[in-house]
Nanobody, 127 residues
Framework: QLQLVESGGGLVQSGGSLRLSCTVSGFTLKSYTIGWFRQAPGKEREGVSCTSGSGGSTGYADSVKGRFTISRDNAKNTVYLQMNSLKPEDTAVYYC????????????????????WGQGAQVTVSS
């Protein structure tokens, strides 16, 4: 059964760091692009970052470039999102998702490019 499970969310002060993990099962991680999305209260879900199957290509939203880093360990079936210099506007529920045929090459793509989603992890940044 295909499954993605996020972990590592929590409450942090502005300027702090968190690392989210997305552990997958039921498919071969190295064969798929994985994306991170987030949704703040009252706002639409937005793409944050993505990594290609091999990890050789990544993409970031302009709002997180230079602060967030995506990585993956295919042997551990896990994709990470290291978030540094967090701001209150980063507060959201963060989701990882597996793409269909979409290939991450500098752009995260849209929700429609991803077909399987985790349940989400809450990240709250206090000012």
């Amino acid at each position: 059964q295909l499954q993605l499970v996020e972990s590592g969310g929590g409450l942090v002060q502005s300027g702090g760091s968190l690392r989210l993990s997305c552990t997958v099962s039921g498919f071969t991680l190295k064969s798929y692009t994985i994306g991170w999305f987030r949704q703040a209260p009252g706002k639409e879900r937005e793409g944050v970052s993505c990594t290609s199957g091999s990890g050789g290509s990544t993409g970031y939203a302009d709002s997180v470039k230079g602060r967030f880093t995506i990585s993956r360990d295919n042997a551990k079936n896990t994709v990470y999102l290291q978030m540094n210099s967090l701001k209150p506007e980063d507060t959201a529920v963060y989701y990882c998702a597996r793409a269909g045929f979409y290939y991450c090459l500098g752009s995260v793509g849209t929700e429609n490019d991803y077909y399987s989603w985790g349940q989400g992890a809450q990240v709250t940044v206090s000012s």
